[in-house]
Structures are given as structure tokens and as C-alpha cells.
């Protein structure tokens, strides 16, 4: 089966940084993504990794140890249109699973 | 970046009748989509897997009768939830592959369905 797991909330200011953390347990690995979802809407697709290490994109990073089942995204400069759910979703045979999201509220 | 068209986005109907949903890919051929479930502050839930020319393949759990998955060509894939309930209303977002060797899933806009 798949567990992943991601903190519910976080708040954050206008301006800051903020890392969100998803740990997961699959049976099966071929890849983890991050994705953003507004709310009412369908998510967006926001990274992909493979393998170990940071891969870096614009405001957005994300990171991925595969011998400890644990990723981050780190969100940078935070802007008000941040504010959003983040899934973390590993894959598996081409099949994704989602963990529950992360509900990210910027303040100014 | 690749494009998947959902329709309807909002649907409202009777308890007893039954809802169709449409995704297309409109700038690639797509031999696999997905079906995802999502109800409110929850996340996504795989239902099924939707090939191009074979029957689905569903999750455990989700009804194959209740839920039929039709993938006739490979930008189209439907989705009817027969004899509705209001326990079916739900966001359902359809996603397509884009390539075999990357796992990348572009999303549909989702299908609001109310049952009443």
C-alpha cells in the first residue's frame, strides 16, 4: 500500500520562506511530485524528482532523499497568490498516489 | 504544456439518473488517463485507469457498474456515473500521460457533480 504523509497547515509571511515536508511509505518507487492546488480548481503540476538531491525551479524547490522516503518543497519569496494546497504524490507503475495536501496561507 | 479538456465542469442532476464527464487530450495522444475522485479538503483519490481500447482497470473499492470508464480513442476518455446518489457528488478530475518514461500527469479542469 502507500502512506504519505504531509502536514496539514502551515502559515507563513508575505516575503518568507517555507518548507513543506511529505514522508512516504510505497510499495514501489519511480518518482515523487509536487503539485498546487487553489481551491475549486485542479492541481497544477509544480516538480518532479527521481533522484536524490535539489532540484531547483524559479521560487520553487524541491528536494528528495530516497533511502529515508522523505521530500520537501521549499517555497521562497512567498507571494499572496501562494496561498494554496500543495500535494506531495509518488509514483508508482505510473500511477499516482497523493498524500492529503498541505493547506499554505500567506499573510501579509 | 500539454492540454486536457474536462467537461462538464459543473453538473447538477437527480438522485436515480446518470452523469457523463469527458476528457480529452487536445494536443497529444494520451493511451492512459486516470480518474481521480476528490471530496472537499481531502485529497485526490485514484478510482481507475483508463486505457485506450481495453476495459479499465479500478481501484479497490470503487464500483465498476456504478462507474463506467469508456476509452474508444486515445484523446478521449469518458466517465459515467450511473443511478447517482447524493453521496456520489464529488470532484472528479480527469489527468493524462504524456510520455511513457516520465510518470508527468497533466490534469483536466475537474467536474463539479452535485446530486440532489
Redesign the interface.
Known sequence: GQNIDQPTEMTATEGAIVQINCTYQTSGF??L?WYQQHA??????LS?NVLDGLEEKGRFSSFLSRSKGYSYLLLKELQMKDSASY?CAV?ND????????TTVTVRA | ?AVVS?HPSRVICKSGTSVKIECRSLDFQAT?M?WYRQFPK?????MA?SNEGSKATYEQGVEKDKFLINHASLTLSTLTVTSAHPEDSS?Y?C?A?LA?N?????????S?LTVL
Do not use: D, H, V, W
Open positions: 519511480n518518482g511530485f475549486g480548481e485542479a492541481p497544477t503540476f518532479y500535494l509514483t505510473y500511477k499516482l498516489s497523493f498524500g492529503a495536501g | 504544456g474536462q492512459t486516470f481531502q485529497s485526490l483519490m485514484l485507469t470532484f478530475i489527468s500521460r511513457a516520465t510518470g508527468e500527469l497533466f490534469f483536466g479542469e475537474g463539479r
